[in-house]
Structures are given as C-alpha cells and as structure tokens.
C-alpha cells in the first residue's frame, strides 16, 4: 500500500476539519434549539458543553487517529490488536455511512434551492403579496422537497460533487477543497450579518438571542445542549480519527481543537446573528423555528421582503452548500480511508466503493419525501428511521465506547504522548482532559442516550 497521505499544512489542518465540523448542526439546528431553550441562556450552556465535553472528547479521537495513522477501524487493532475494541470504530464507520445516505438528500436540497435563487424561480412566490407568502414558500418547499425526480437529481449531482473532489485525494482534494471555501463561508457569513443587523428592529432580535433566559434551563435542555456539542463536532462518527490520521506529527492536537471548537462556535454565533434580527425585524419569531422549514421557509420569507431577495438568498444557499459540501466529504471519507486500509483497495476503488451505492440509498430517503412517504418502519418514514437510529442511539453509544477505550483500556502513556508529541511540548491538559473521558464524559453521554430512549 501505498505512504500513507498527510495534510500538506497547518492551515489545511484547521480548515479541513473545521470544515467537517460546520454543517447544517450549526445552521439550522443550533439557532432552532436557541430559540426554544432560552436564547443566550442555551448558549452559554452549549459554549460550556463543548469546553467541557466537546474538546476533550475531540482530543481524545485526534489522539486515537494521529498515534494509530490507521482508519476509524484501524486504529483500533493497531493499538490493542488483543482485543475487540475494533468494534468501536466500526460504530463509529456504520454510524458514519447511514448519516451519509439521508445527509446527502438534504445537501442536494441546499443545491436545489441555489439554482432556484439565481434563477429567480423561489421568489416568483412574492407576486404573491405579503400576506400569503408563508404559504407560497410552504409549497414551494413541498414542491421542491416533496417531488420524486428533482430532488434525487439534485441529491445526484452532490453525489457527483463528492465523488470529484474526494477522487482528488486527501491534498488535492479535501485539503485544496476547505481552503477555498472556509473563508468563502466566512465571507458570506460576515456579510449576510452586516445586512441583517442593519434591518429595523434588529436590535431585539440580538437582545432575544444575548440576554439568557435562565428559567428555561431544565435537564432535557441540558442533555439537548450536550447532543448539540457532540454533533456539532463531528464526534463518534469516526470523522475525527480519520481525519486526523493525515495530520502531520508537528500537528498541536490541543490547538487545534480549540481552534476548530472556537471557529464552529464563531459560526453558530454569527448564524445566529444573522436569523435572529432578520426573524424579529419581519415579525417572523412568533412562531417556533424548526429545522429545514427555518432554512427553507422562514429564510426565503425574510429575504422576500427584503431588497435584492435573490442575492441574499443566493448567497445564504451558497453559504448552506458549502457547509454541507464540506461535511459530507468529511463524512464520506470515514468508509474511503477504511476501505483503503483494511482492504487494501486503491483510492479509486474505495471512492466508487463508497460513493455508488449511495445512488440507491440517499434516492431511497429522498423518496421519503415522496412516493415512499407514507412507507413506514416502526412509525418512521427511511429518512426519518436513519437520523433516530444515528443521532439518538448509535452516535452516543459510539461516543461513550470510545471515551471508555481511551480512558481505561488504550495503551499506557497514549494520550499523554500525543497530546505532548512526544513529548516535545509540555502539555498541561492530560490530567484533566483524561479526567473527563474516563468519568464525566461517559456518564454525560449516558445521559443523553438515556434521554433519547425513554
Ligand atoms: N458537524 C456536522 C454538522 O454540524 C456534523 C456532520 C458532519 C454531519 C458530517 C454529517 C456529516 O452538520
């Protein structure tokens, strides 16, 4: 086989994971979670859930990747090749790939609604008048959504798209890929705030989102807060491990975790401040922001009685897809390295192995919008069975295997090695960082799980 590939420098390092990190979690989940769970109050406790949790579990896989140089699997039987600990990766892989199936139908979505915003046709809907613009960007959506043909044509076209750059390779491909679209979204971002921020009445949208609401706090906030921090860093998907496996051995594991916990958290502010003031300027906040209606419906609605609604909206949807475009490469690349590894296939193969028969499956949950919407498996519609299956039960089970592996049963002297290369530098973290994954970090996610399934 061939040298195993490495990121070229340290700003690929950061970009590309930070690049995985921020997806759609931070654009439409966080702001929706925020809204009903006490504005600044679920904040801040979303900033401590990722200090406290999200950072050293995150170490805690660079670790695993960096030291094993192996894939999510890999790593495993390298270091404790005794045992069935492999089994934790392989969560982590499987997690990884039924995420991938439903995540790319939404990708292609944030595709569909860019080429509707440059073509002009999402805002054929304010002809309509003020009044019932809700309900035109309501069946816009369940056309565009709900339809059979463009949705899957869309959702290919974003296939086709991964498949390009993560052909390219680890340099050529991801790394080059998160260089030039990290500061892009940036860009969009800072912009998109500037504009909103300036709308009438804006300032009560940021009063709402920075003054905390302390009496909304009760513990299912709290374990929503930690899901949010987990999922938000791209934790227990075996994206981490993976990743990380191309860092070089200068690489500060510490650093770099904080940068990339930092910058998401930057991003999920600025989000923030983007829909909050937009959302109250219109009058629009009377009403719960869900998920994909938030980003689908709200937004365009915002951007209809806006001036220029089709190039705000064209840059929130570029935004949107560069976002998911870097998220499910990091994602896809979880089963490309594995197969790369412990099948020993070439580059090529373990792409098309990956990536084709994501044309039956994503189709499959896209058709949950669809023709096959009312196909049920235990009252879940594919699309619907796959994100409960992975965000509620496989993802926290992942993430508690893992950080019981690191903290009792990973070779002596691991973490506390990578965390110091070796050494080099003096690392003042190991102590607590390891505190937290041997006793917090497994009961807290516990938590979570526990919450989920009752
Ligand atoms: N952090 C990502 C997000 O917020 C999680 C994710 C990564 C999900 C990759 C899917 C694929 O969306």
Same mark, same amino acid.
């Given at each position: ?210 003054? #905390?609401?302390? =009496? +909304?706090? &009760?513990?299912?906030? *709290?374990?929503? $807060? !930690?899901?949010?921090? /987990? ?16 860092? #070089?051995?200068? =690489? +500060?594991? &510490?650093?770099?975790? *904080?940068?990339? $916990? !930092?910058?998401?958290? /930057? ?188």
């Amino acid at each position: 086989m061939s040298e195993k590939s490495q990121f070229g420098t340290k700003l690929g390092v950061i970009a590309a994971t930070v690049g995985s990190a921020i997806g759609l979690g931070n654009v439409w989940r966080f702001p929706a979670e925020t809204q009903a769970n006490g504005g600044a109050a679920f904040l801040l406790l979303y900033v401590a859930c990722v200090f406290l949790l999200g950072i050293p579990v995150m170490l805690a896989e660079f670790s695993l990747g960096r030291g094993g140089r192996s894939d999510a699997i890999g790593v495993f039987k390298k270091l404790s090749p005794e045992r069935p600990w492999w089994l934790v990766g392989a969560l982590g892989v499987l997690a990884s790939y039924l995420i991938i199936c439903f995540y790319m139908v939404v990708a292609g979505w944030t595709l569909e609604y860019l080429v509707e915003s440059i073509s002009g046709g999402l805002y054929d809907a304010v002809d309509a008048g003020e009044e019932s613009l809700r309900a035109a960007f309501t069946s816009k959506m369940s056309e565009y959504v709900g339809d059979d043909l463009r949705p899957i044509f869309f959702t290919y076209a974003l296939i086709a798209l991964n498949i390009g750059v993560l052909l390219g390779g680890v340099q050529k491909g991801i790394e080059k890929l998160s260089n030039v679209l990290m500061p892009v979204l940036f860009v969009i971002l800072v912009a998109l705030c500037c504009v909103t921020l300036t709308l009438p009445g804006a300032g009560e949208g940021v009063r709402f989102f920075l003054s #905390p609401d302390f =009496t +909304k706090i &009760t513990p299912s906030v *709290v374990v929503q $807060a !930690l899901g949010q921090a /987990l999922f938000s860093l791209s934790i227990g998907m075996g994206i981490l491990i993976t990743y990380s496996s191309y860092y #070089p051995s200068t =690489t +500060k594991l &510490t650093r770099t975790s *904080v940068i990339v $916990a !930092l910058l998401s958290l /930057l991003v999920a502010i600025l989000v923030g401040l983007i829909i909050f003031p937009a959302v109250k300027s219109f009058g629009l906040d009377n009403e719960p922001l869900r998920g994909a209606t938030l980003v689908f419906v709200t937004l365009p609605e915002v951007f209809a009685r806006m001036p220029l609604p089709a190039l705000w909206s064209t840059l929130f949807f570029v935004l949107l897809l560069v976002a998911a475009l870097t998220s499910t490469v990091s994602i896809a690349e979880v089963s490309v390295a594995m197969l790369q590894d412990r099948f020993k296939m070439r580059r090529r193969k373990a792409v098309l192995t990956t990536m084709l028969p994501l044309f039956v499956f994503s189709a499959l949950c896209s058709l949950s919008f669809g023709s096959l919407s009312s196909f049920t498996i235990f009252g879940y519609t594919i699309f619907d069975l796959l994100d409960m299956v992975t965000s509620d039960i496989i993802l926290p089970i992942s993430s508690i295997a893992l950080c019981i592996y690191m903290g009792w049963f990973a070779p002596k002297g691991f973490l506390s090695g990578e965390l110091s290369n070796k050494g080099e530098l003096h690392s003042r973290w190991t102590r607590p960082v390891m505190f937290i994954i041997r006793y917090l970090a497994p009961i807290l996610i516990a938590m979570i799980l526990i919450s989920n399934c009752i």
